[in-house]
């Protein structure tokens, strides 16, 4: 059983930041791809940005390239997402996802994160 426990999500004005965190816990895999999600009232989840297991690989999607910037910590088993610059349509509910394996793309594992609330005000 993997759990996996999202933090930092609130309310933000446009143009400001905020960092999401995901902590992995429970029976972790040697090795696995992290990356974040997002739903939008009323819209289907969708890829926001994955890392492999090095750090060294990471994937973005468009609307999100420049603004946003995955990291992780392996030693921690935690996963950041730094999101700057943010927009009124970055609103949403993020999820943080894990599957086993070592190549980034933007298909999500079984492993679901319970989300954070993120909300940019106008």
């Known amino acids: 059983q993997v759990q996996l426990v999202e933090s930092g999500g609130g309310l933000v004005q446009a143009g400001g930041s905020l960092r999401l965190s995901c902590t992995a816990s429970?029976?972790?895999?040697?090795?696995?791809?992290m990356g974040w999600f997002r739903q939008a009232p009323g819209k289907e989840r969708e890829f926001v940005a994955a890392?492999?297991?090095?750090?060294?690989?990471?994937r973005y999607a468009d609307s999100v390239k420049g603004r946003f910037t995955i990291s992780r910590d392996n030693a921690k088993n935690t996963v950041y997402l730094q999101m700057n610059s943010l927009k009124p349509e970055d609103t949403a509910v993020y999820y943080c996802?894990?599957?086993?394996?070592?190549?980034?793309?933007?298909?999500?594992?079984?492993?679901w994160g319970q989300g954070t609330q993120v909300t940019v005000s106008s």
């Open positions: 890392i492999s297991w090095s750090g060294g690989s990471t």
């Open positions: 429970g029976r972790i895999f040697s090795m696995y791809i």
């Open positions: 996802n894990l599957r086993p394996g070592v190549s980034v793309t933007t298909s999500p594992g079984d492993h």
